[in-house]
């Protein structure tokens, strides 16, 4: 038998606060060398907060209140920032959802890139330039002599996209956090960043963890998917398990609602009746309940324990035995 890989994130009971309300309640994952792990679920449902609090930075107003995160022998979220920026952006690295609000509009490009590689590693201002320009290219950027001397604001969304996928990438993080980082993009360079990253866990080992709400992405790079609602993590599981046979009522809904080829002409597309709860503002038991085609009376009397269902699927839910055969056809 073949062992498996020790994670290289390890995350347990991770819950972050705002206020007195918990946005992110109890999140537990690994993360193993080399594995892409996709985190899903709706806007609100904490997925970027979770990412956030992994490298410490969440915004103001947010706080860190239990939990541990792992990683190569440190817990970091007992670390403190200078031992934090020795990790941050080297050994792990984050590609944020809104680039033009990520990158420095005072800074060039050039200057950004050169920023992290001077910060954590012992290079010569030609070596640096030949790594920026190399990861530039990488990431599909024409041209990429002229874009080291320009500002953020003279290139377009999908452009500053890339460029922040070019400073993540850069120094070879062992984890490598992407938030959305396709959604600016169009689909032929989606297609380039996808390969870029599958290039990078094969070639590197790096471990990805990939928020995303798109489904055909989940399907095309990831090996697990956590399903993740109302700040808890509902199901997580391999994808092609996840994907044949979901045993959550939230994740049966969310794969009905993408659309298919194979969908009749006209045909009604699946949707999710009502929304998410405000954050930390979450109902009593069950917290899809309120939205659930299967809920009964008991389901909001307690919250359901993430527990095992056979030997590599986790679910939340009382119901779980009858998902597919209720929920199974669309």
Request: proline share 8%; with cysteine.
């Amino acid at each position: 038998m073949t062992p498996v890989p020790a994670p290289v994130l390890s995350v347990r009971d991770l819950s972050v606060a705002i206020g007195a309300r918990r946005v992110v309640d109890e999140v537990s994952f690994d993360l193993a060398p080399g594995e892409v792990l996709a985190l899903v679920g709706e806007s609100g449902c904490g997925k970027s907060m979770t990412a956030l609090a992994l490298l410490g930075l969440l915004p103001g107003a947010a706080r860190l209140v239990a939990g541990s995160i792992g990683f190569e022998g440190k817990d970091l979220a007992r670390l403190p920032e200078p031992a934090m920026r020795a990790i941050r952006g080297n050994r792990a690295s984050i590609v944020f959802q809104d680039p033009s609000g990520s990158l420095d509009p005072l800074m060039t490009v050039g200057d950004q890139m050169a920023e992290g590689l001077h910060a954590h590693h012992t290079l010569s201002r030609d070596a640096v330039r030949g790594r920026s320009l190399a990861m530039l290219r990488a990431v599909g950027i024409s041209e990429p002599e002229r874009r080291l001397a320009q500002y953020p604001f003279e290139l377009s969304g999908g452009m500053c996209q890339r460029v922040m996928i070019a400073i993540a990438l850069a120094a070879e993080p062992a984890i490598l956090l992407a938030d959305e980082p396709t959604t600016a993009l169009d689909v032929t360079i989606q297609a380039q960043i996808l390969d870029l990253m599958k290039a990078l866990r094969r070639e590197r080992g790096t471990a990805i963890l990939l928020i995303t709400h798109d489904m055909g992405v989940v399907a095309d790079m990831a090996d697990r998917v956590a399903v993740m609602y109302a700040g808890r993590i509902v199901e997580t599981g391999p994808v092609e398990t996840i994907f044949a046979a979901p045993r959550h009522p939230y994740t049966a809904l969310l794969l009905r609602s993408v659309p298919r080829l194979d969908d009749r002409p006209k045909s009604e597309m699946t949707v999710i009746e009502g929304s998410v709860p405000a954050q930390g503002d979450w109902p009593p038991g069950c917290r899809f309940a309120p939205r659930c085609p299967l809920a009964e009376p008991a389901c909001t009397a307690a919250q359901p324990a993430l527990e095992l269902v056979g030997d590599t699927r986790a679910v939340a839910c009382r119901r779980h035995d009858v998902v597919e055969a209720v929920m199974g056809e669309r």
